[in-house]
């Protein structure tokens, strides 16, 4: 019975990560100017891993021994979810729009679950890939603005390549840690993968910080790193790595298909992105192939 209520919280947390993650397009479209990409993401897990690592202490230091002998794995991790998850989302911000961002992002489910399916070997049953591909099929149809004849029409900047490669390190990160077995619980893990990933961070603030187009710190900077501690920080990790163990990696991916919706209503109604019929027809597409894939676990 307890099983059953943790599987219904966690797919309830499927809706509530890429929430927390629009929040984080936000930040990262207002934070040119104000805060340099390594910088934000250096703060923004630096909260995580103090305020996890403060309530988590004591798990942290009973199982001392195993971080110090998995050092390298934490690193790893640090490498693939903080840096290239973290601040190169941040820096394709300076020349990709909010709706670009979320859109591109979705393409790391589809990584997952072939990642899922060929290295960790869960089982993925032909319904849910029908409710993948039409999930795919409504973000292509985005990505491509309706055009399906015209694709060579699709202007592509360097901000889209790098959140491209975000994509890839988010699923590459967390694939590594279903298939790294670890005594730590999500909440202290997580302390420990973003403290492992400031160590990464640091020598790029360093030299983002002798930059002469680095700006001055002010009240904004601090709202900013708080904003993306508290919500893209702990909100969204947190809920992603408990419900994994629930649902598993490919099921949990599925939340990423709902980017794109939370960030169409951050674009449109915070930063003023205009929003056209084909974002309305891919999520016609998008929203039944979330649910289709869902239900053949219920």
């Not at 947390?13 to 910088?39: D, E, K």
């Not at 290295?119 to 890939?129: G, I, K, M, S, T």
């Not at 490669?165 to 699923?171: G, P």
Request: proline residues 4%; charged residues 5%; aromatic residues 14%.
């Amino acid at each position: 019975m307890q099983d059953s209520a943790a599987q219904r919280l966690a797919l309830l947390g499927i809706w509530v990560i890429p929430a927390f993650w629009a929040i984080n397009y936000l930040i990262a479209r207002v934070a040119p100017g104000i805060v340099q990409p390594h910088t934000l993401a250096l703060g923004r897990f630096l909260i995580v891993g103090l305020v996890l690592g403060w309530i988590c202490r004591h798990e942290i230091f009973l199982h001392r021994q195993h971080m110090v002998k998995q050092w390298l794995q934490y690193i790893a991790l640090g490498v693939f979810g903080m840096l290239f998850c973290g601040a190169w989302v941040y820096a394709a911000a300076l020349t990709s729009p909010a709706m670009n961002i979320a859109l591109i992002y979705t393409s790391s489910p589809v990584i997952i679950t072939l990642g899922a399916a060929l290295w960790l070997r869960e089982r993925v049953q032909a319904l849910q890939l029908a409710g993948f591909v039409l999930a795919i099929t409504g973000v292509l149809h985005v990505v491509l603005k309706g055009q399906w004849l015209d694709v060579s029409t699709v202007q592509w900047v360097a901000g889209d390549l790098l959140v491209l490669l975000a994509a890839f390190s988010w699923a590459v990160f967390a694939l590594l840690q279903k298939h790294w077995h670890t005594p730590l619980s999500a909440f202290a893990r997580l302390a420990v993968i973003s403290l492992a990933g400031c160590v990464v961070l640091s020598p790029f603030v360093v030299w983002e910080w002798h930059q002469p187009s680095h700006p001055a710190w002010q009240w904004q900077a601090t709202a900013l790193v708080l904003a993306a501690g508290v919500f893209p920080g702990i909100g969204a990790y947190a809920v992603y790595a408990w419900a994994q163990r629930h649902l598993g990696a490919s099921r949990v991916g599925m939340a990423l298909y709902l980017s794109p919706l939370w960030g169409a209503l951050v674009s449109w109604g915070i930063l003023g992105e205009p929003l056209y019929w084909y974002h309305l027809w891919g999520a016609l597409l998008i929203l039944p192939g979330v649910a289709l894939a869902q239900s053949t676990h219920r």
